[in-house]
């Protein structure tokens, strides 16, 4: 049981390139989500879903895209990369009935 | 709005001491809480969470925390620190539907032997 997975673990981004950062889990989740972590902010809800098919906006979606066509997978995308979107980024996913989130390990992206 | 307010950035602890981190919010409704702890280069672990019913819950690795309504405060313990314990602490605030959760900016434990 792997739980929630992310790739890759870093990454250096050009201004202006683009990228995905995968997210899975095994876990059968309902719900997952995609947060940014950045020094001394505490982590902010980048988008969520409920389930395949549905997502939805957090506090700060610009600059990010998502999609969730299985319950599995829920890719982030970044389509202009800029220096404000340095972060570690993390995924998370629950089930339906509980409130604990499970986190994977982590991206730590740079934009130069 | 939500929100949660870690009012210490950083705390230091003799191996053996005591620890309590503080937590308040800001919630409209009955909060759910919840407690993750960081380690370095690590993704979240939960440490407790609070719904409703007893307001002291206890959490893994001795953990427990405290739910005040009355000073919207739900504050963290343990009775002796553990050097495995040197680590950042998140609060964090869910909403009644459960699709988004605030969290606080953390507070970073270290503890000297």
């Known amino acids: 049981n792997a739980g929630v997975t992310q790739t890759p673990k870093f990454r250096i981004l050009k201004i202006g390139q683009s990228m995905t950062l995968q997210c899975a889990q095994d876990?059968?989740?309902?719900?997952m989500y995609w947060y940014r972590q950045d020094p001394g902010m505490g982590l902010k809800l980048i988008y969520y879903?409920?389930?395949?098919?549905?997502?939805d906006k957090g506090e700060v979606p610009n600059g990010y895209n998502v999609s969730r066509s299985t319950t599995e997978d829920f890719p982030l995308r970044l389509e202009l990369a800029a220096p404000s979107q340095t972060s570690v980024y993390f995924c998370a996913s629950r089930t339906l009935y509980s409130d604990t989130q499970y986190f994977g390990p982590g991206t730590r992206l740079t934009v130069l | 709005a939500q929100s949660v307010t870690q009012p210490d950035i950083h705390i230091t602890v003799s191996e053996g001491a005591s620890l309590e981190l503080r937590c308040n919010y800001s919630?409209?409704?009955?909060?759910?809480l919840f407690w993750y702890v960081q380690s370095p280069g690590q993704g979240l672990q939960l440490l407790l969470k609070?719904?409703?019913?007893?307001?002291l819950v206890q959490g893994i690795k001795g953990f427990e925390a405290e739910f005040k309504r009355s000073q919207s405060s739900f504050n963290l313990r343990k009775p002796s620190v553990h050097w495995s314990d040197a680590a950042e602490y998140f609060c964090a605030v869910g909403s009644n539907t459960g699709n988004q959760f605030y969290f606080g900016t953390g507070t970073s434990l270290t503890v000297i032997p």
């Open positions: 879903s409920v389930g395949a098919g549905i997502t």
């Open positions: 919630y409209g409704a009955t909060p759910y």
């Open positions: 876990m059968n989740h309902n719900y």
């Open positions: 609070y719904f409703s019913g007893d307001t």
